[in-house]
């Protein structure tokens, strides 16, 4: 896979259209990997110039702020917005709720000003440009639901960019009963992802899981990493990762184009 | 003696203000002991959800069956008040049912209040009996155990006892207009009273009077004691609910505050020209605690939101940690903050409002380290809330005092922050393979 780095697009004298944050899940994580050459290779089918900072991409610093660490945080902030405003980026884009609430709306004040994109919200775009065409066919008439993640859906308002790419798959879209503003946390957020939750009678993503099966899904989407590994996790504890699927929707939207 | 009713009343109503007004000060004091930030901004958009949260309940019609019947009472609260006004001007002048002269329309007011006093009796039956007999969940979690759980009935009763008091007047005054008694002129419509006047009939009317008169008294006296009892009582909302919608936080939900002290901070380490032995800047005060443990250390709103809580438990039964057992409940957050805040309020009434340390604060003496690591930061509980409290706001200002003051972090966060320190992701890759997803096959 040719991905291109801030650093040699800028040696050639050239500027993308948009940065691709690809975030530490996205870097790291074996799940989440897939998860991003999935939108590479969305991005590449629909011709948009993009770029990622690779090796000068650092943690964002969500989750040492969420632990309470906002020195640690400030510090992360800080060197990222410096590499960025070195490369004079405008435009953003990242697969993480988590990197998108953190860059969006906790950079600004610490001097780092881009148009930030939840990748639904950008593919959501490329379609309505005509930059990017579906076929239905792959999903047709499948039952997929969906899990809000919180940091997209109550923390930033964005319900509705991943449902409708959903229902341009031709997919039947079925709510949980916790849904949208109402949605029940996966049970990542808050660097709960990091340690072992406190003593309670269930976890939180068997909860939110047992919420998904309800709907009797085939699929159930998720637009987040870590939500991703949370519902899978939760899944395979009620043993039907074998009937159930947990995918991402730009994993969903990249196997509807065989790509 | 003549004027003796007159000056009776006008002794309690100067009382039950007064002792009212006593108490906003009070209130006023505590909430100011928080730390300070400017909500000056955006004015026409806080008036916008003042209106609409405050007012106009938006909040309220998620869960219907409780939110019409809310509707109900606070209609019938805000509404059968206009009646207090004219029971006033009646009470310190010796004038009986002095807007008669309205004629129809008064008529319809007053029908309208008995139509909204009847309607209120029944929400309010309806509502003990949610607490009392069907016992829903968020009723009955374990910070609710005594005082909030009786506060709740007391609430229901006295709005119980106002109402009837308030239809047993106007039954018997209709009585007394109809048997023509001096001083009682026929004036107001009564479709609901009129049900309990039969009950009078045959009564002298020297007997009837004195029930008119009693309920009249007791009735005004009712308030009078309600609006005193708000300060102790989660009742307070109804007050409160309106700036708390007006202050409430106009930012998206997932931005946390950037704390301005750690900003210098991290400028300083940043800048390779800073020099450290240079003179301090003119704003160059001590750094400030990092983070709260203690009311004191929280933001003004965080307090004025402590006490417009209504204890409702919406956020609580919303919470994913307190839905799955864990011991983090939202409204106990906010409870807590208030018992405490009233805890340093008294002892600063006490030390002639200075405050003496009592070797207590909020963080573990109220709120425990369990219940603040317990949180995802889903936000569920800020957007379940009727009345824009954000108890998120403070679980992450006592984790930032945690961390930062205490290096009190549990341990496998440690090594994640640790991780982000040394190779700029949570967990231990290096950095120099950020990129390698690109060449790996599969
Ligand atoms: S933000 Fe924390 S306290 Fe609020 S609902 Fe979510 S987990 Fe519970
Ligand atoms: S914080 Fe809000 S939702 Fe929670 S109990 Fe108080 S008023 Fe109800």
Request: glycine letters at 6%; proline letters at 4%; aromatic letters at 10%.
């Amino acid at each position: 896979m040719n991905v291109p780095t801030m650093a040699s697009l800028f040696a050639e004298g050239k500027e993308p259209e948009v940065l691709f944050w690809v975030g530490c899940a996205g870097s790291f994580d074996d799940r989440a990997k897939k998860i991003t050459k999935a939108f590479v290779k969305l991005l590449e089918k629909a011709g948009v110039s993009f770029a990622v900072l690779g090796t000068e991409e650092s943690c964002s610093g969500d989750p040492a702020k969420r632990a309470g660490n906002e020195f640690l945080f400030q510090m992360q902030a800080v060197t990222n917005i410096e590499v960025m405003n070195g490369y004079g980026i405008k435009k953003v884009v990242t697969a993480c709720p988590h990197c998108f609430n953190t860059l969006k709306n906790e950079y600004p004040g610490l001097g780092g000003n881009y148009e930030v994109m939840h990748h639904t919200q950008f593919l959501k775009q490329l379609l309505e440009e005509g930059r990017l065409t579906l076929q239905g066919g792959t999903f047709r008439g499948k039952r997929i639901t969906f899990h809000d993640p919180c940091y997209l859906g109550r923390a930033n308002n964005v319900y509705e960019a991943p449902r409708e790419l959903i229902r341009k798959l031709d997919a039947e879209l079925v709510e949980m009963k916790n849904c949208k503003q109402r949605g029940l946390c996966c049970g990542a957020g808050g660097a709960q992802m990091f340690k072992e939750a406190e003593k309670g009678d269930k976890e939180v993503n068997i909860e939110r899981t047992e919420q998904a099966l309800e709907t009797q899904p085939e699929i159930i989407a998720a637009a987040c990493p870590f939500c991703n590994t949370m519902m899978t996790d939760g899944v395979k504890n009620k043993e039907k990762e074998g009937a159930i699927a947990v995918m991402d929707i730009a994993e969903l939207m990249s196997k509807a184009e065989d790509l | 003696m003549e004027y003796l009713p007159n000056i009776l009343f006008a002794v309690l109503l100067i009382a039950g203000i007064g002792y009212f007004t006593r108490n906003v000060k009070k209130l006023r004091r505590n909430i100011m002991l928080g730390r300070d930030i400017d909500l000056s901004d955006n004015k026409p958009q806080r008036w916008k959800n003042m209106m609409r949260i405050a007012l106009g309940q938006s909040k309220m019609v998620v869960r219907p069956i409780a939110g019409l019947m809310h509707i109900i009472v606070y209609l019938g609260f805000i509404i059968i008040n206009i009646e207090v006004l004219e029971i006033i001007i009646d009470g310190l002048l010796g004038t009986h049912r002095v807007f008669a002269f309205m004629g129809g329309f008064y008529d319809f007011l007053i029908a309208s209040f008995e139509i909204l006093a009847l309607l209120v009796i029944v929400a309010v039956v309806v509502f003990w009996l949610r607490r009392n007999a069907l016992k829903l969940a968020r009723f009955v979690k374990p910070e609710m155990k005594g005082w909030p759980k009786n506060d709740a009935n007391w609430i229901l009763y006295i709005e119980l006892i106002l109402m009837a008091l308030f239809l047993t007047m106007n039954a018997s005054d209709l009585q007394l207009q109809r048997m023509e008694v001096a001083h009682y002129t026929e004036a107001g419509s009564f479709p609901v009273s009129q049900w309990i006047t039969p009950l009078f009939e045959g009564m002298s009317a020297s007997t009837v009077v004195l029930i008119e008169r009693s309920a009249w008294w007791l009735h005004i006296a009712g308030i009078l004691f309600f609006l005193n009892y708000l300060y102790y009582s989660k009742h307070l909302h109804i007050l409160l609910a309106f700036p708390n919608t007006y202050f409430g936080n106009l930012k998206p939900k997932g931005q946390f505050s950037n704390n301005d002290a750690v900003t210098k901070e991290v400028r300083l380490m940043m800048d390779p020209n800073a020099d450290p032995f240079a003179a301090p800047a003119e704003d160059a005060t001590p750094p400030d605690k990092f983070g709260a443990s203690d009311v004191k250390d929280l933001k003004w709103v965080q307090l004025l939101s402590a006490y417009t809580c209504t204890e409702c438990g919406r956020c609580t039964s919303e919470c994913p940690a307190n839905q799955t057992g864990k011991k983090l409940s939202p409204r106990k957050i906010m409870m807590d903050t208030r018992d405490r805040l009233e805890e340093v309020g008294r002892n600063m009434d006490k030390n002639k409002g200075t405050f003496v340390d009592d070797g207590k604060q909020l963080l573990d003496d109220y709120i425990t380290r369990e219940e603040l690591w317990a949180c995802t930061s889903c936000n569920a509980c800020v957007e379940a809330c009727p009345v824009s409290i954000d108890p998120l706001s403070i679980i992450m200002d006592m984790r930032q005092y945690l961390v930062m003051e205490q290096s009190a972090a549990p341990a496998e966060l440690n090594a994640m922050m640790g991780n982000i320190e040394n190779n700029g992701a949570p967990w231990p890759f290096n950095q120099m393979d950020r990129l390698n997803w690109a060449s790996e096959t599969a």
